[in-house]
């Protein structure tokens, strides 16, 4: 035996997933573990792969709606507003001041769905099972409020280019307030069960650690950016839509850990529905469409359209060659830029820490496999 | 909602001129002909570079536009008429300017020089063109299949790809038919299907 | 390369971290508790009696149902123009049209909800409003073939349908409301 091998383990790979319940979809990681510590992780992906580029070149704008909505499905809001704005920009499409406020309004509540299922996943990814009912049990007051305007509880299609689908029903903006102060009065509670039990942050503090100059080069996005320090949020820097008018905070917190990116998100709950309470109380009446040929053809040209998704910047590139159907269509999945530094983020953790940076990475399978 | 006549659609952002405005010229005299086109957008600088120097016009950018703290946006490739081309974004931080750097390449032979040593983030989505439009990327550590199954042959992004309909994972579901002939819902004689 | 390992620390440490953590967890309890007395919100599915049947909001889009409309051939609103067949990004409705003019009706209107996605598109094409997606969300088959709706299936499922049903009226929709004169047949 080498003298140097005496004490020392071999090292082993592992395969994590694709059928692991914590990696959040169908992720494989090929781990090469040191006994429990991970000397490289790398992540396979592609498993729900779907084409959504190409589909993208054989259906018209109108049909790609739909589509939109299901890569990203904890997003699907966001996703179809990202779209549709790039349509609009291409086509020199106007919307009016209703239909921009319902469309801020279902972002952020589609923010706020997708961040409480992260609350409940990270949660159960390190051990606390009772915050991920509770959390489910609030998501669905914002799954209601979806399912009443939209049809659906998860994959909308409500969003047109040019409008809506329909008008807010009577009703619906009481409701959204109840729901609103609901939630409001429970997110303290989350907090006392996650963000301040101290196995949760003994688990996550100083794990996945990142410095603000690597994760720029990575292309990390979102929640995660912001929690390494870098007060980069798309509402802010870019000001798009109505979010230069309204009062929220871009939550930023040093550290680039587990902790610092689930705090992120903890205050962005807050901020969320500040937002939404603003744009409830200034909703305009009014028209939310405006009329639109059926089948829509845009001039040639291209455009990169991007919005604050919950997981981050969500671009959307679109080149048209005046036909009705996109030439070319490319998704800037924020999803698939926060996985990649995996390997980056677990190397030299314990194996179980994997299910944490994963977890605070806030991933959707469907965003990074398209 | 009526049907009405449609709004003028406003002109196209991206005029795709080639051309180098007078704000880049420091750049253009490093490069020479290998800056093909450099101009101002609504949205921040975009420039088009030859393919084999796209790693060193991303450096020489790090020293004037991209000086301050940036976000490594995006990779992605087009297929236009004639050519390949990637388009790369950068992000800066502190306010909204997109600084877009392009390469075209023919489409027998294309090529580009990697940027994943400089962008780690640069390694994904640089592996997913390699395989979805054939592009050699040169300088990049790892070129395994990204999205695509081992050994998947043709390049599934591009306009002349044609669907292997015989591989195991596209063959038609049998129980997929068109349920009008199933079903014999047919009626006899007239009737035309859509 | 980063660790987590804990390093040794003082005793009072030790307790101070005991201390607290044993202080977390009892407020964590706290929270638990006061849930605990909150009402119960879980739903059984299937319930077995239709009283306690999760009921969706008017406006959701499940399973298909076809206007009726007596006065026209076949019992139907729809006039066979295909619209929807054509907008369908899934192309899983199959029709197969009769008659000429006003005369035209559907001999055969099959959906294969097994490849829809319920997107709605269909519904928002239809010239007449002929086409809608109802509540109804029991769509369990065991078979792919009994997924596929046909004529007779969506009529009787139409019954007591008179406009797509949607949340909101119809004026403050995509849809053209019953006013507009204009039919746009030129999709087909
Ligand atoms: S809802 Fe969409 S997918 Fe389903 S039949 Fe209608 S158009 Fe096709
Ligand atoms: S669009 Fe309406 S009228 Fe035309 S075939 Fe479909 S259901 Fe019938």
Same mark, same amino acid.
């Given at each position: 035996m080498n003298e140097a091998n005496v004490g020392t383990t071999d090292q082993l790979i592992v395969n994590m997933g694709p059928q692991h319940p914590s990696t959040h979809g169908v992720l494989r990681v090929a781990l090469t573990l040191d006994g429990e510590r991970v000397v490289s992780a790398d992540p396979d992906i592609g498993y729900l792969h779907s084409s959504m580029e190409k589909i993208a070149e054989r259906l018209d704008y109108r049909q790609y709606i739909s589509y939109t909505d299901r890569f990203d499905y904890l997003g699907a809001m966001c996703n179809e507003w990202v779209f549709v704005r790039a349509v609009e920009r291409l086509a020199g499409i106007e919307v009016t001041p209703r239909c921009e406020h319902i469309r801020l309004l279902m972002a952020e509540l589609n923010r706020l769905a997708s961040h409480l299922l992260y609350f409940g996943a990270m949660g159960i990814d390190t051990g606390a099972t009772t915050v991920f009912l509770y959390c489910f049990r609030e998501r669905e007051l914002i799954l209601d409020l979806f399912e009443w305007v939209s049809g659906q509880r998860l994959l909308y299609n409500f969003l047109r280019v040019g409008g809506l689908r329909n008008d807010l029903p009577d009703g619906w903006v009481e409701q959204c307030h109840a729901a609103m102060d609901a939630l409001a009065s429970r997110v303290d509670e989350y907090d006392t069960l996650l963000s301040e039990n101290r196995i949760f942050i003994a688990r996550t503090r100083g794990i996945g650690a990142i410095t603000a100059e690597e994760a720029l080069a990575y292309g990390f996005s979102g929640p995660c950016l912001r929690g390494c320090g870098v007060p980069y949020d798309l509402r802010r820097v870019d000001g798009y839509s109505l979010y230069p008018e309204l009062d929220f905070e871009v939550c930023v917190e040093e550290g680039g850990d587990c902790l610092s990116r689930h705090m992120v998100r903890s205050r962005e709950l807050r901020e969320s529905i500040k937002i939404v309470r603003q744009v409830l109380a200034r909703l305009p009446e009014g028209e939310v469409n405006v009329p639109v040929p059926r089948r829509l053809k845009v001039e040639p040209g291209e455009v990169y359209e991007r919005i604050e998704s919950p997981r981050g910047e969500l671009g959307c590139y679109l080149v048209s #060659? *005046?036909? #009705?159907? /996109?030439w070319r269509m490319h998704w800037r999945a924020p999803s698939f830029y926060n996985l990649a530094p995996l390997d980056r983020l677990c190397r030299g953790h314990w194996m179980a820490d994997m299910v944490a940076v994963i977890a605070s990475t806030d991933i959707v399978l469907g965003d990074v496999d398209r | 909602m009526p049907e009405q006549e449609a709004p003028q659609p406003a002109a196209p952002e991206a005029e795709r001129v080639p051309g180098i405005e007078p704000a880049f010229a420091a750049l253009a005299e490093r490069f020479g002909d290998e800056l093909v086109a450099a101009r101002k957008t609504a949205d921040g600088p975009d420039f088009t570079v030859a393919p084999a120097r796209l790693a060193d016009f991303v450096a020489a950018l790090r020293e004037s536009v991209l000086a301050e703290p940036h976000l490594f946006v995006d990779a992605c490739g087009v297929e236009r008429e004639t050519a390949l081309e990637v388009v790369y974004r950068f992000s800066l931080v502190s306010r909204r300017e997109i600084v877009t750097v392009r390469a075209h390449m023919p489409k027998d032979k294309p090529a580009v020089a990697s940027l994943a040593v400089m962008y780690p983030g640069a390694r994904w989505p640089e592996r997913e063109y390699a395989e979805m439009f054939g592009i050699t990327v040169t300088g990049h550590p790892d070129m395994r299949h990204l999205l695509l199954p081992e050994g998947w042959v043709g390049h599934p992004l591009r306009k002349d790809y044609v669907y292997p309909l015989d591989h195991p994972y596209l063959a038609p579901d049998p +129980? $997929? &038919? #068109?349920p009008v002939r199933v079903l014999g819902h047919a009626p006899e004689g007239e009737g035309e299907e859509s | 390369m980063t660790t987590n390992t804990r390093q040794p620390q003082s005793a009072w440490a030790l307790l101070a971290d005991i201390v607290g953590g044993a202080a977390s967890v009892i407020k964590g309890h706290v929270v638990t508790l006061r849930n605990w007395l909150r009402p119960k919100v879980t739903g059984q599915y299937p319930y077995r009696d239709p009283a306690k049947e999760w009921v969706p909001k008017p406006g959701y889009r499940g399973d298909f149902a076809l206007i009726h409309d007596p006065e026209r051939p076949g019992g +139907?609103? @729809? %006039? !066979? @123009?295909m619209a929807c067949a054509n907008v369908c990004p899934d192309k899983c409705i199959h029709i197969i049209g009769q008659g000429k *003019?006003? &005369? $035209?009706? /559907? !001999?055969a209107f099959d959906i294969d909800i097994g490849l829809c996605m319920y997107c709605w598109l269909c519904v928002e094409v239809c010239p007449v409003r002929a086409i809608t997606l109802t509540p109804e969300y029991h769509n369990v088959a065991f078979t792919p073939q009994e997924l596929i709706r046909d004529i007779n299936d969506l009529k009787a499922r139409g019954e007591? %349908? !008179? &406009?797509p049903l949607l949340p909101v009226p119809i004026e403050r929709s995509v849809l053209q409301p019953p006013t507009a004169k204009k039919k746009d047949v030129s999709e087909a």
């Open positions: #060659d *005046g036909s #009705d159907k /996109p | +129980l $997929r &038919e #068109d | +139907l609103r @729809c %006039i !066979a @123009c *003019g006003k &005369e $035209r009706h /559907p !001999a007591g %349908i !008179a &406009e």
